[in-house]
């Protein structure tokens, strides 16, 4: 039995794994990957597959700007386990991740990927032709109105939004000196 649940920080490694299975190492310089560089994703909004205690399946999404000013989400990675293929695991993590970013009022979900795989859950070219992702291929950005009008007229160019990764070397540093208030300067009398 497939179960479906929010990730875990815990799920990392595997998740990295399953995402080299699935994609290979071409997935880091993919347009939308490079767009995901350096940022969180958004808050319970990351889904991963299981069975067995095994991930087969993951799917997480981003905050963007879909042009000036227009909040949206981006989708991707979605990969499922290739030995699991075919069985519906990345379509019913599809319906999930709609589904939540509809619960927690998110206005749009944008992607990159086949409209022949992602039409089916209501992604289409239609809303993004005024919209910009360097590098991909105009005819694969897709996306979905989870209110109706909130990429009407949008034009411009994708950018990252939403929380940025602490910086690992930073994070490190604050661990090791710990709590301990900075020094303070004095000025000296002359």
């Known amino acids: 039995m497939t179960t479906i649940r929010i990730e875990r920080p815990v799920d990392a490694p595997a998740r990295e794994a399953l995402l080299d299975a699935a ?21 319970g909004l990351c889904l991963v597959a299981l069975e067995r205690g095994q991930m087969i399946g993951t799917v997480r999404l981003w905050h963007v700007q879909a042009g000036r000013g227009r909040h949206a989400l981006l989708l991707g990675p979605l990969a499922v386990h290739p030995a699991a293929q075919k069985r519906g695991i990345g379509a019913a993590l599809m319906r999930r991740a709609l589904d939540e970013a509809a619960r927690r009022g998110h206005p749009a979900v944008l992607l990159v990927g086949d409209l022949d795989y992602y039409g089916r859950f209501g992604l289409s070219a ?17 996306a979905i109105e989870l209110v109706p009008g909130a990429l009407e007229g949008a034009q411009g160019r994708i950018i990252a939004a ?12 604050r661990r090791k000196v710990g709590r301990k208030a900075a020094p303070r300067l004095v000025p000296q009398a002359a």
């Open 162 to 173: 939403g929380r940025r990764e602490p910086n690992a070397a930073l994070v490190a540093l």
């Open 126 to 142: 239609a809303q993004t032709a005024g919209l910009v992702l360097p590098g991909a291929d105009p005819a694969r950005l897709l």
């Open 23 to 43: 994609y290979g190492p071409a997935r880091h310089a993919k347009p939308s990957a490079r767009l995901r560089t350096g940022r969180l994703p958004a808050d």
